[in-house]
């Protein structure tokens, strides 16, 4: 049973089907193929990203998924010269990174990977069904099936509902999403509450979607311009081409709100550091009037810190974790924790849950890292800042500066930003030698960030490298 329909369920459903006889999913809502968002997904009006790893995972799992997308006119070039990244108001250089960024949509994309996972006989996905709740053994022990509940007619939750059903399930994967009751599920069984990293930013994100061709285009035949957030430049936007549109999210935090009427929304765009995004909507027609989603805080529930667990029940996806949707790395995640399931599947029984959320954990740990890093950054957000979080945003922007006139960085910091290279690549000793020379180069008066600090690089035995700081200033905060 996979509990939940969205990405990271379909692909659950996907691995699943080369081990277990039978998988249902199950959902709330009623899918279909317009290519308009799902009523349970309301994100989905707004900018997705697929980063080069879950591209990558996509087309394992679905071999010819790229090219049937670019068959249907989704826009699929280079990672590194098809997208302008700017940070501080710099511009990384372009350079060819080997990965591919696919700007579909998330209505398109999902609808796409529903597909195939359709065309599996041994899957069946049930719509319009409320999941009611976990079956446990009477010991608690192991989970055995779940509560469902059928929505008979009506749309969008409206209308009768059907008899409570038991359905018995050998293994239970919750992909519900960041609303997932599993922690409260739990609790209710005995277990103790799950542990939550908590980083709390406040984000709101108001898009509005352009017909094209545009009267002013910066964009080209190039996907998108990405004018990152930072403190110094708290306002940020993804001005992205898409099949049959252009969409610009424009992005605040900390109560800053992008405003849904047209005008104030312009304004808004035309208070961004980079004016390009202003200039090419300012004339340009709304397909209709803009829309906002607020997003709190990123949310990472500790599952594998339990002492116990029940057999029979797995987590994935955003009910495991779920990150500041700014920096595109949901539905990737999600495509990597499908990796980890296929690994832990096959031997005639169940996965081991705690080894599965182990692994998975590790798998979290990298992109958790660099989102929960970018947004401690900003003095107002509250989270937990570590030794390693600070000592991070104080390197991290001089990279991204010094990225701005050196190929290699910027193709080393895209990759690991797309999740295919790992995060210590940053820190390979040619790498923090390319961004102190760069520091030299530019001297003490171009500094990328506000942080007053002394940074101190240890190469160590067999090529190892550390970085040690000393930190003047709590404004640094990572």
């Not at 719509?127 to 709740?133: F, K, V």
């Not at 009267?215 to 080209?220: E, H, R």
């Not at 997003?295 to 974790?321: K, N, Q, T, W």
């Not at 705690?354 to 947004?375: E, F, K, S, V």
């Amino acid at each position: 049973m996979v509990l939940g329909g969205s990405v990271a369920g379909l692909l659950a459903a996907r691995v699943l089907g080369g081990t277990y006889r039978e998988i249902t999913v199950v959902d709330r809502d009623r899918f279909s193929a317009n290519g308009r968002p799902r009523h349970a997904a309301p994100q989905g009006h707004h900018i997705h990203a697929l980063l080069g790893r879950g591209q990558q995972i996509l087309e394992e799992l679905f071999p010819g998924f790229t090219e049937e997308l670019i068959s249907m006119g989704v826009p699929v070039e280079d990672f590194g010269t098809s997208l302008s990244w700017y940070f501080g108001g710099r511009m990384m250089k372009r350079v060819e990174t080997g990965m591919l960024c696919v700007a579909a949509g998330r209505p398109l994309l999902e609808e796409r990977i529903r597909a195939r996972v359709q065309n599996l006989s041994n899957v069946k996905i049930r719509e319009r069904t409320d999941i009611l709740g976990l079956v446990a053994s009477a010991d608690r022990k192991q989970i055995t099936g779940v509560r469902i509940q059928r929505r008979v007619d009506g749309v969008d939750g409206a209308g009768s509902e059907g008899a409570e059903e038991v359905l018995d399930a050998d293994l239970v994967v919750d992909t519900t999403g960041r609303g997932s009751r599993l922690p409260r599920w739990l609790v209710e069984f005995g277990y103790p509450q799950v542990e939550e990293d908590q980083v709390k930013m406040d984000l709101s994100y108001t898009t509005c979607d352009f017909f094209g061709p545009l009267p002013v285009d910066p964009i080209g035949r190039d996907i998108a311009l990405l004018p990152v957030a930072t403190p110094d430049m708290p306002r940020g936007a993804i001005f992205a081409r898409l099949p049959d549109r252009y969409a610009v999210s424009l992005t605040g935090i900390l109560r800053d709100r992008p405003p849904t009427d047209h005008e104030g929304f312009l304004e808004y765009a035309r208070s961004l550091p980079l004016r390009e995004v202003f200039e090419a909507i300012r004339d340009a027609q709304p397909m209709g009037p803009p829309v906002t989603f607020r997003f709190p805080a990123s949310i990472r529930r500790r599952y594998e810190r339990l002492r116990h667990f029940p057999g029979g029940l797995l987590v994935m996806g955003d009910a495991a974790c779920v990150f500041n949707p700014v920096y595109g790395q949901g539905m990737t995640v999600s495509a990597i924790g499908a990796t980890v399931l296929r690994r832990h599947l096959g031997g005639g029984s169940p996965p081991d849950p705690r080894r599965y959320l182990r692994d998975l954990a590790r798998t979290i740990d990298a992109p958790w890292d660099m989102a929960a890093g970018a947004d401690l950054r900003f003095p107002g957000v509250q989270g937990r800042r570590t030794l390693k979080l600070r000592m991070g945003n104080s390197y991290i922007p001089r990279l991204q500066a010094a990225a701005a006139r050196d190929a290699v960085l910027s193709r080393t910091f895209l990759r690991v930003a797309a999740l295919v290279d790992p995060l210590q690549t940053l820190m390979r000793p040619r790498v923090i030698w390319r961004v102190l020379r760069d520091i030299a180069r530019r001297g003490a008066t171009e500094e990328p960030t506000a942080v007053s600090a002394t940074t101190t690089l240890t190469l160590g035995k067999n090529g190892g490298a550390t970085i040690e700081q000393s930190v003047d200033s709590g404004t640094c905060a990572m």
